[in-house]
């Protein structure tokens, strides 16, 4: 009963991705072949507020609600990134969902979708199978 704050939240996150149409498979296209500005501006809109709570964050030294140190460790780059990203991006566009909103695509009745969970699941298992083989 205590978390029922996160599904009331989660509730509503997905009810915004749906009405925004985020989960839109036609938006996802229209954004890989350049065809339209909706999913660049709501992405480039959250990178904006991501850099913008990142600061205020490490400025104002803010503390979590439990009174510890927020720490944001500096970035390495590192290959591996780039060569998920490409793996991430290629999935995205041929499945036309990205991993974030799959509960809310499946919740929406769109019940293919599950097709595309049990294929990150099933990713997501092979990535911890290979991990030490792979560059990091």
């Not at 890989?32 to 104002?60: E, T």
Request: glycine share 12%.
């Amino acid at each position: 009963m205590k978390n029922i704050k996160f599904l009331v939240v989660g509730m509503l996150f997905g009810i915004i991705l749906v009405k925004s149409e985020v989960i839109s498979w036609f938006r996802i296209q229209e954004m890989f072949r350049l065809q339209a500005f909706h999913m660049y501006g709501i992405i480039g809109s959250a990178i904006v507020v991501g850099i913008i709570s990142i600061q205020l964050i490490k400025r104002f030294q803010l503390k979590t609600i439990h009174g510890e140190q927020i720490v944001v460790p500096d970035k390495i780059f590192h290959w591996g990134n780039v060569y998920g990203g490409l793996i991430f991006g290629l999935g995205w566009a041929i499945t036309g969902a990205c991993p974030g909103p799959l509960f809310a695509e499946i919740g929406s009745g769109f019940w293919v979708i599950i097709v595309t969970l049990l294929s990150a699941i099933a990713g997501t298992w092979t990535y911890g199978l290979l991990r030490e083989k792979l560059p990091h």
